[in-house]
Nanobody, 112 residues
């Protein structure tokens, strides 16, 4: 059974940075593309970033381009989301994902 455990969230001021980590287990991590989603209060869950496994191509939603970076370390079964220049609108629960499986989510709260 695939599992994910996210860490690195918390409270940060606007303009600050956080690095989310997600440790995967129960499957061959390096074989799958990985994604970060987020869900803000009262809004639908949205795809934030994706990293393809074969091509290393990335996708970012327009609102985070130039500020967020997705990466992975297959040797550690871990994926990351580096978030810089955080804004109030980035406040959400962030989820790591591969097709069919989700982490439990971790809160990022951007507040002054």
């Amino acid at each position: 059974q695939a599992q994910f455990v996210e860490s690195g969230g918390g409270l940060v001021q606007p303009g600050g940075s956080l690095r989310l980590s997600c440790v995967a287990s129960g499957f061959t991590f390096g074989r799958f593309s990985v994604r970060w989603f987020r869900q803000a209060p009262g809004k639908e869950r949205e795809l934030v970033a994706r990293l393809e496994t074969l091509t290393n191509n990335t996708f970012y939603v327009d609102s985070v381009k130039g500020r967020f970076t997705i990466s992975r370390d297959n040797a550690k079964n871990t994926m990351y989301l580096q978030m810089d220049n955080l804004k109030f609108d980035d406040t959400a629960v962030y989820y790591c994902n591969r097709p069919g499986y989700w982490g439990k989510g971790i809160l990022v709260n951007v507040s002054s």
